[in-house]
């Protein structure tokens, strides 16, 4: 079931707790070291439209795409296709907010390339169900939930994105362990969230990236409104997130609550942030807070269940059926390590950690290394260090106070359609589009070393 829906199942009360907390360089191979021999098809050369060029590709094949603007949803049934734009500003997909999909993916091995798509009544670019799949030098910009959207898919590579303008998140990845996807050179900014996961992780990779101006910014988190539950291992690393509390954005519920958030991890367990620039925001700068879930599916699970992969498990009945039991489920953020980060001008704490039990040292949660001015609890890094013992054991100083954050008033939404989303400036283009061989998704997601990421530089311009 689509994210967005299942979030409704979740009361204003789970949802207020949800916010309790206060570019790298190019990874991918050369397009000679891995072309296709497959045919070209040019639209609207040798098709008409983009759907009758997919309709007629067969696996290997490259669709180019001539400037124009395209109104139409296109479905992807063929494996291993690769569909290009000659130019990423001037290739627009436009749903004239009534189509519902620009790029809708079911096949594996499917990379998308160099283009825009607006004005959808849901989703931008969305891979579902698929193992193998890549957008490269894509533009998303005011759709109405998820700008590009990996959901129930693995092998993913997403990366030279812009995401702007949606109700939910910029960039989503959904319901997959091991994931074994990577996003890199990510742009998003005037979201409801800047990158949101529910019960993903496992070699998921954010790097790279920028997340600005959106109500919150990085949000991975765990609940059985999907399958797969707990997210968890996820990899947040050499990220540049500030300013996370737009005001005049369109946005889900959640993302309401989570304002003022840089990186919120809700509810998802064993993460590593490390090595991130995070500035001015709202609430918190990285806060690792809870997730209460009324009328769940199902419990947490035990943490020894954790290393079994979605394939695994996703087909088994729900542990717990008894509705007294599943009325309030509690997801804690568990034995996440935040390291090595630089946050500043948080107005509540540059490092948070909360939760609706008492004690929060037994969550296994560790702060080293970070560049910061304040915590909540107090001396956050000093309880919680990742290496050695506590040199300090007061976690009732200076907590989280979660009845002002959940009775803080909350500006509403404002309609996709009619939001100020600032249009996204002209966008480099993918190099040799014209010339460059089909590259289907066959091998992604690319190699990273994470060791050569570093704390980024502030930008000059914000």
């Known amino acids: 079931m689509h994210h967005a829906t299942r979030l409704a199942t979740v009361s204003f009360t789970a949802l207020a707790l949800f916010a309790t907390a206060c570019g790298g360089g190019d990874t991918s191979p050369s397009n000679e070291a891995t072309g296709s021999s497959g045919a070209t098809i040019q639209v609207p050369e040798d098709q008409p439209t983009i759907q009758a060029a997919v309709d007629a590709a067969e696996s290997g094949d490259l669709i180019l ?65 698929v193992t193998g799949y890549r957008g490269s030098y894509l533009t998303s910009y005011r759709n109405g ?118 990186i919120l991890v809700a509810g998802s367990n064993r993460n590593l942030v490390a090595r991130n620039l995070v500035y001015d925001h709202d609430r918190g700068g990285i806060a690792l807070v809870p997730f209460p879930e009324e009328g769940a599916n199902d419990v947490a699970p035990a943490e020894s269940t954790w290393d079994t992969p979605c394939a695994e498990v996703r087909d088994l009945p729900p542990t717990v059926t008894d509705p007294a039991l599943l009325a309030a489920v509690l997801w ?16 509540i704490a540059d490092l948070g950690l909360g939760s609706l039990q008492p004690d929060l040292a037994a969550l296994g949660n560790c702060f080293s290394g970070n560049t910061i001015t304040s915590s909540a609890p107090m001396n956050l890094q000093k309880l ?38 600032p249009k996204p400036p002209i966008q480099p283009n993918m190099p040799d589009a014209a010339t460059a061989p089909a590259q289907p998704a066959t091998n992604v997601p690319y190699a990273v070393d994470l060791d050569a990421i570093k704390v980024p530089e502030r930008p000059s311009s914000e």
Request: hydrophobic letters at 35%; a negative charge.
């Open 145 to 262: 939930d998820y700008g590009v959207y990996g959901f129930d898919a693995t092998e993913g590579q997403l990366e030279h994105i812009w995401a702007s303008g949606s109700a939910d998140a910029g960039v989503y990845i959904g319901q997959c362990y091991p994931c074994d996807t990577v996003l890199d050179d990510i742009v998003s900014e005037y979201n409801g969230l800047g990158y949101s996961g529910t019960n993903s992780g496992g070699d998921l990779l954010i790097i790279n990236s920028t997340f600005r101006h959106n109500r919150a910014g990085i949000v991975p988190n765990s609940g059985s409104y999907e399958l797969c539950y707990p997210g968890r291992d996820n990899t947040i690393v050499g990220n540049t997130v500030y300013s996370n509390q737009q005001a005049d954005t369109p946005a889900i519920d959640v993302a309401l609550l989570a304002m003022g958030n840089g």
């Open 65 to 129: 795409i001539a400037p124009g603007t395209y109104a139409e949803s296109v479905d992807v049934e063929t494996e291993n296709l690769t569909i290009r734009g000659l130019d990423r500003n001037e290739v627009i997909l436009d749903g004239g907010f009534k189509l519902e999909n620009g790029i809708r993916v079911f096949a594996d091995g499917v990379a998308i390339e160099n283009m825009t798509v607006q004005n959808y009544t849901t989703n931008g670019f969305f891979w579902t169900g």
């Open 332 to 347: 804690d953020p568990q034995q996440n390590r935040i390291v090595d980060n630089v946050v500043s001008d948080s107005r």
């Open 384 to 421: 919680a260090p990742c290496e050695g013992e506590p040199s300090a054991t007061d976690w009732s100083a200076g907590g989280l106070d979660l009845i002002a954050l959940i009775t803080a008033v909350h500006p509403p939404s404002i309609d996709y359609e009619i939001a100020p989303t």
